[in-house]
Structures are given as C-alpha cells and as structure tokens.
C-alpha cells in the first residue's frame, strides 16, 4: 500500500513539473501571461497592404501614411496585430470577436481583465477572414487592405515568444525589434 502511494505521489507531483513548464512566463499578471501564452500558440500572418480607400498620395504630410507590413496572431477569438503606428501611437494590440464574427474589437489587456472591450479604442475595427486583413487602425473612415500569409514551420518556439513580447510593450519606443 505504501509503494502505491509512493507512485501516486511522485506522479502528481512530475504531471504538476510538467504543466508548469508548458507555461513560459512573459509577466507575473497572471491573466495577461494566459493570454500572451494562448497567443504564443495561434497561428502566425505576415500582412503586406495591397489596397488603400480615400488616401491622397500626393499629400506631403505621410505621418498617417499607412503601415505598409502588419504581424497578425490568431487564436481562438483572439487576434493580436503588431504594427509600427496607429493614430495612439502604438505598435500593437490584442482584439477579441464575439461569436462567429470575422469583425475583432480591442482588448484591455492592460487593465488585467483580458475579456473587456477597450472604451477609447471602440472605432477601431479589425476583419479577418484568414486571408484579407481590413482595419482602420489610423482613421475612422479609412479602411487599408492586406494580404495576409500564414507563417508555418517558420517559426521556432523561441522566435514566436519574441513576437509576443511586443504585446508587453503599449510604445514603439520600447518595443522589440
């Protein structure tokens, strides 16, 4: 009886090992870590735009020229984009679609809570059908087009927890590159 305890209690103790190290840590808050983890998992897009609605070429001012390549991850409802501006001046966010959507709204990951829709970021909407990436992240009223190409067998492990790291980061400034 005690050799079978023995047993139990050693494998309760390896499977608790093993499943904590399925987990890598990118930050001590817990939620956003399952988040940036869940991400870490998804599937990884190159996007390059193709198209551009009611923008001006020949205007001098290109600060809210598009971005030209944006980096998407996709996992269950979840999309994060990095990108080099939006009109916060940000490189990334992380948006969630309700039901069986292609349309995504902002998270606040920030806020710790990784199901709530951020309040300021309401009139940026992202869609995705897995191909076509169609988003207004610089103004309200135009919508840039991207082809988007999933990254398979590209990726190592290490090199997707890299990507995700950016999400860490609210400023190009301090962004990975």
Known sequence: MKKITRI???IL?????????DQYEFTKKKKINILLNNLSEGDF?????VHLKKYNKSRKDFSDAPNKNITLVLKNKKLGLIYKRDKWNNGNSIYKSHEDSNEYKPLDASAGDTNNI???????IIKFDGV?????????????????????????EAAKRQIIKNFLYPSNNDRLE
């Open 8 to 10: 139990v209690v050693i």
């Open 13 to 21: 103790i390896a499977s608790g090992l093993i499943s904590c190290a």
């Open 132 to 156: 076509i990436l169609k988003t207004n992240l610089l103004e309200k009223d135009i919508y840039n087009k991207y082809n988007c190409t999933k990254v398979e067998n590209m990726l190592s």
């Open 45 to 49: 897009y190159t996007c390059n735009l």
């Open 118 to 124: 951020k309040k300021n970021k309401t009139d940026i």
